[in-house]
Every structure is written in C-alpha cells, then in structure tokens.
C-alpha cells in the first residue's frame, strides 16, 4: 500500500536524517509516504478522540470524558514506571542507573496489583486506554523484560494478581488474538545485539497458562461497556501457530 520496504523511508521523507531514530508505532501518510507522527503516547488518544467517524459500529469508548483525568494520572505512572522503566532498565549503562529503573519498576508493579486486588480493570468496570497500555507490558513482560532486561525480582505468573489480570485481557477479543509470541522474542533478542551479543532466542517461557482459567469475572465489570467486542482477526493477519499458546 505504502509501496516502501522500511519505515526508515518514510522517516526520511518527512526528515532526512531524522536524529531521533526509527520507532513505532508510527503514522505514515500514504500519499506522500511521510511519517506523520511517532507520539506513541497521543496516536491512540487521538484515535480515540479524534478519529470517531472512523470508529467500527458499536466500538467502545476506551478514553470516556468522565474518567480521564483518573485515567491519565493513571497512565502517567505505568508509563514512567513499567512502560519506560523496563527500557530503562534493559538498557541502562551502569549498575546505578540499572538498580534506580528496577525499583521503579516493580514498586509500580506493586501498586498496581494492590489496585487490581478488588477490582477487574484499572479505572472504572470497563476496560480503559489504561488498561491497554498496561497490557503491551506484562504481555511481554516474563517472555522478554524478566531476562532480556534483567527485570527478574519475579516472573509475571508469581504475582497472582497481575497474573490473572493478564490473563483476562488476554482472553479477551481485540487483545491475546492479536499477540505473536513468537515474534516478540525473535525481535527482542535478535535486534537488540548490545544486550544479547550472541543472537540466542531462548525457548520458553511455558506459554501455556495464557489460556487458563483466571475468575476475574467474579469482580464484575463490563468489558466493553455499552460497546460490542471486535470481530475476528481479519483473514490474513491471523497469528501463526507457532505465536499462540
């Protein structure tokens, strides 16, 4: 569609020799093949507020106007402290700097399962922009962050709040249908040669618990809200066997 290979050309269609690197996710404009802005922070806000005409019928409001303030103040910390924190720590460059962003990161971790201990999702009884960004994070969190970054005080699956709760999301459409495991440790370990010089992907964790029983339905809550859970995975963008529990 966008007729280029790498997202570097788009990058330098909007600026060449852009200094800040390439990321994503990223917005590229098709006709001129240009990045339009790689503020992961805002893309999914803006296409939740600003992108409504767009919206599929029945889409659910994950940013509502009465809850966004707590959803924000939300945000903030497990971005600062988990989302950020893992990078932080995975690729600090001396033992303090290392030590400060893995206290940082399990102590949110903390908070947030206390959080989570009587309630199903992080703000409110639906699922919120809060709950997202939490996820992308414990998704990847034993199979990557707790080696690869040295995020190792413990494993997902030995907090057994944030354990269930992952679970629960990840059995829920639009979120686990969506995660190739597969790919994620082949990214990490193979990209980041810095941290994991020799290329060895490692062959667990045991990917198998994702799919187990986690009762977070006994906390009640609505998914979705007043909204309806998306559909199948488009044909084409199923993923691979070999990516699923």
């Not at 269609?13 to 200094?19: T, V």
């Not at 910390?77 to 399990?106: H, L, M, P, S, W």
């Amino acid at each position: 569609m966008l007729g280029i290979r790498y997202l570097s050309e788009a990058y330098d269609a909007r600026e060449r020799d852009y200094p800040g690197g390439v990321s994503v996710p990223a917005l590229v404009d098709i006709p001129s093949r240009a990045l339009v802005t790689n503020d992961y922070q805002q893309i999914t806000l803006d296409l939740a507020t600003e992108w409504t005409a767009l919206h599929r019928p029945g889409a659910p409001d994950l940013y509502p106007e009465r809850l966004r303030d707590e959803i924000d103040e939300v945000m903030d910390g497990i971005y600062r402290d988990v989302n950020n924190g893992v990078y932080r720590a995975g690729f600090a460059g001396e033992q303090g700097e290392y030590e400060a962003a893995y206290i940082d990161v399990f102590r949110r971790l903390d908070l947030v399962s206390e959080r989570l201990a009587g309630q199903r999702y992080l703000v409110g009884d639906t699922l919120t922009e809060a709950d997202i960004r939490l996820f992308t994070t414990l998704v990847r969190f034993d199979a990557v962050y707790h080696g690869h970054f040295k995020c190792n005080r413990n494993k997902l699956t030995e907090d057994p709040v944030l354990w269930a709760y992952a679970r629960d999301l990840y059995q829920t459409p639009g979120f686990g249908d969506t995660v190739d495991f597969h790919h994620i440790k082949q990214h990490y370990y193979r990209v980041h040669t810095g941290i994991n010089p020799t290329g060895i992907v490692p062959l667990g964790p045991d990917l198998s618990g994702w799919l187990t029983p986690h009762h977070r339905e006994e906390l009640g809550g609505r998914p979705f809200g007043d909204g309806t859970p998306p559909g199948p995975v488009p044909p084409g963008e199923e993923v691979p066997a070999r990516g699923r529990p």
